[in-house]
């Protein structure tokens, strides 16, 4: 019989459950050990993100992998960011981005407006 779930309040707890969930890696869902499997899940999630929590990404770097997964080029922010130049001191970190910017990014790419208005990294460091 397994042991009874509890909290996960230890890196050593964290462990034990992360070799449990890999045990049951796998178990069908509706039954006994899917049951166990997703509540150790949602008890993980909660514990990571509590005690490792991952920054946001960095604005420019957000722009970066979205014309990455998009097979984007510099020309084709242009519409969204304003001239060639401007797009080159975007992406290079020498002009932060408007409002404007940010709204037509958010609108075109997606890219979340909460991850947009943050300072890049650069500007951070100043």
Do not use: C
Not at 27 to 52: C, N, P, Q, W
Not at 62 to 79: H, S, T, V, Y
């Amino acid at each position: 019989m397994a042991s009874e779930i509890r909290p996960i309040r230890t890196e050593a707890d964290h462990a034990a459950a992360m070799e449990e969930v890999e045990r049951l890696w796998g178990a069908k869902s509706g039954t006994v050990a899917g049951d166990r499997l997703d509540v150790l899940a949602t008890l993980i999630e909660a514990y990571e993100l509590r005690h490792h929590p991952i920054d946001p990404p960095d604005p420019i770097e957000a722009i970066r992998f979205r014309m990455e997964q998009q097979g984007l080029e510099r020309k084709d922010l242009e519409p969204l960011i304003g001239t060639r130049n401007r797009v080159a001191e975007v992406l290079g970190r020498k002009r932060g981005l408007s409002i404007e910017m940010i709204r037509r990014l958010h609108d075109s790419l997606g890219i979340p407006a909460e991850i947009l208005i943050r300072p890049s990294r650069r500007d951070e460091a100043a």
